[in-house]
């Protein structure tokens, strides 16, 4: 079973250290005790956990197929006379969307809005970190 000292599972979820610590002790996030005296959160308590935490985004569309929707903040919009670059920081996330000119300004996206990441995909690899 894999463990995780309060450090890893801060960097993991975006919080700080302190954030999980407050829920551990708060009796929200389950933590025992390791052999050196560290507390350590399983894998599988710390992804339950994740779940229960993670809600649906705000106007979230039913009829859409796409599962995978992040919520952040505008970090960066780049504009040309016909394409857009749009950066959203999604917690520790950096999502980058090329989209047309007329749809940033359709949405109204500048620095400091909140948007909502759509993300649909055919393909996710997946890697197991070294």
């Known amino acids: ?20 610590r407050r829920w551990v002790d708060a009796g929200r996030l389950a933590a025992v005790r390791d052999e050196h005296g560290h507390r350590v959160i399983d894998g599988v308590t710390l992804a339950g956990f994740v ?21 952040g903040i505008v970090t960066a919009v780049v504009k040309d006379a016909v394409m857009a670059q749009v950066d959203i920081q999604a917690g520790p996330f950096r999502l980058v969307s090329l989209m047309s000119r007329e ?16 993300i649909k995909s055919t393909t996710v690899v997946v890697e197991k970190p070294r």
Do not use: H, K, Y
């Not at 450090?7 to 700080?16: C, D, K």
């Not at 779940?51 to 919520?71: F, I, K, V």
């Open 51 to 71: 779940q229960a935490q993670a809600g649906e985004p705000e106007g979230r569309a039913e009829e859409s197929s796409a599962r995978n929707r992040l919520r």
């Open 1 to 20: 079973m894999t463990m995780f000292r309060i450090g890893e599972a801060a960097e993991l979820l975006g919080v700080s250290v302190d954030t999980v």
């Open 103 to 118: 749809a940033v300004d359709d949405l109204g996206l500048e620095v400091g809005s909140v948007a909502v990441a759509v």
